[in-house]
């Protein structure tokens, strides 16, 4: 996280991405509250005075690794991040899209492998849990390709957000915090907001944005 600092630090200005999934994309099940990348554009952009500062959400439900590859030179290469905040696996991890484990760390270390051809830092992140017995076709296999985000972090040095681990500490909130049984409602993407906040070092509990109330 210390080159994430220095970006901060930076009187340049940052281009920032969010790439992922329906999670990411925060559609329908925030039900009009805002989705954590817009949490972190009134952090950065207004309260720390960095207005200059870009952020984009490419992030499209229904996606796996396998789009974002496809698709990464529409959505990330043409505009150039310093660093782009990937949430994936969620879908990678359901037997329906017949997206192996093998698979799925192969594409995130190709992402990873991407995102150094144009020099962007990936922030790599967990996600939140299933709600117990609710998926047959996701849960069994979630908590693995979970693992082999924290391993593809580990193994390219990269900064890791572990929201799953996080989320899983705090299992007597996941009800307030879902909207259904793997997508998180408005308080959910704030504890995600939060989150990153502390993992970055820019939680202020005096701001407007951490002060918001999560169940």
């Given at each position: 996280m210390q080159r994430i600092t220095k970006f901060l630090q930076?009187?340049?200005?940052?281009?920032?991405?969010?790439?992922?999934?329906?999670?990411?994309?925060?559609?329908?099940?925030t039900f009009g509250a805002r989705d954590y990348s817009e949490h972190f554009d009134e952090r950065v952009r207004f309260e720390m005075g960095r207005v200059t500062d870009v952020v984009i959400n490419t992030a499209i439900s229904g996606n796996t690794t396998r789009q974002l590859l496809a698709e990464f030179d529409w959505r990330v290469r043409q505009?150039?991040?310093?660093?782009?905040?990937?949430m994936i696996g969620m879908?990678?991890?359901?037997?329906?899209?017949?997206?192996?484990?093998?698979?799925?760390?192969?594409?995130?270390?190709?992402?990873?492998?991407?995102?150094?051809?144009?020099?962007?830092?990936?922030?790599?992140?967990?996600?939140?849990?299933?709600?117990?017995?609710?998926?047959?076709?996701?849960?069994?296999?979630?908590?693995?390709?979970?693992?082999?985000?924290r391993?593809?972090?580990?193994?390219?040095?990269?900064?890791?957000?572990?929201?799953?681990?996080?989320?899983?500490?705090?299992?007597?909130?996941?009800?307030?915090?879902?909207?259904?049984?793997?997508?998180?409602?408005g308080e959910g993407h704030l504890a995600f907001a939060h989150l990153l906040f502390r993992e970055m070092g820019i939680f202020d509990a005096n701001s407007n944005v951490c002060r918001l109330f999560v169940p």
């Open positions: 930076s009187t340049d200005p940052v281009k920032w991405l969010f790439y992922g999934d329906s999670i990411t994309h925060g559609a329908v099940h505009f150039a991040p310093q660093v782009v905040f990937v879908n990678d991890c359901s037997t329906t899209r017949n997206l192996p484990a093998d698979e799925f760390r192969q594409n995130l270390q190709q992402l990873c492998n991407q995102f150094a051809e144009i020099n962007a830092l990936p922030v790599l992140q967990t996600t939140c849990p299933i709600l117990p017995n609710t998926t047959p076709d996701r849960e069994p296999y979630f908590a693995e390709y979970m693992q082999i985000i391993d593809v972090a580990d193994a390219n040095n990269l900064p890791l957000v572990d929201h799953h681990h996080y989320w899983e500490e705090n299992r007597d909130k996941l009800y307030y915090w879902m909207s259904n049984p793997f997508h998180p409602n």
